[in-house]
């Protein structure tokens, strides 16, 4: 069994925010994604602006993310987590933004099917009923 097999979501998810602290401090917003596979996380990364400019001048960014900022985004993460329900596979998405040292985050989750899949969990029958267990 593979380690991070042995680490629930919740503990992935922290770890996602470790890995990426150094990026998040300092930016004002964007967005953090991570892909989930089999109850797995597997791809994340965060997107955000990198310049910003009025009239082709370059502005000073705003002070942005700090650490007690990290810290009350890393606890949101985790209260959403739990109102996922049975997927286990889709993405879970935090669009954030810094106003007035105030963290906003909305969070969104996207749940991934394959019929296929479903598929395999039934018997096809010829019948009117079409499909059965």
């Not at 917003?29 to 965060?46: A, P, Q, S």
């Not at 705003?62 to 890393?74: D, I, Y």
């Not at 606890?75 to 906003?104: C, N, S, Y």
Request: charged letters at 25%; proline letters at 2%.
């Amino acid at each position: 069994m593979s380690r991070n097999m042995e680490l629930s979501l919740a503990r992935q998810l922290s770890l996602v925010f470790e890995e990426l602290e150094s990026e998040l401090l300092g930016i004002t917003g964007g967005t953090l994604i991570v892909c989930i596979r089999n109850d797995m996380i597997g791809k994340f990364g965060v997107k955000h602006d990198a310049l910003e400019s009025k009239d082709d001048v370059l502005v000073p960014i705003r002070q942005g993310l700090q650490k007690n900022h990290l810290t009350s985004f890393r606890l949101m993460a985790m209260e959403a987590l739990k109102r996922k329900k049975h997927w286990t596979h889709g993405e879970i998405v935090f669009d954030f933004t810094l106003r007035q040292d105030t963290l906003l985050v909305s969070t969104w989750f996207e749940s991934n099917y394959n019929m296929s899949n479903l598929l395999e969990k039934f018997q096809y029958s010829d019948s009117p009923k079409g499909l059965r267990r």
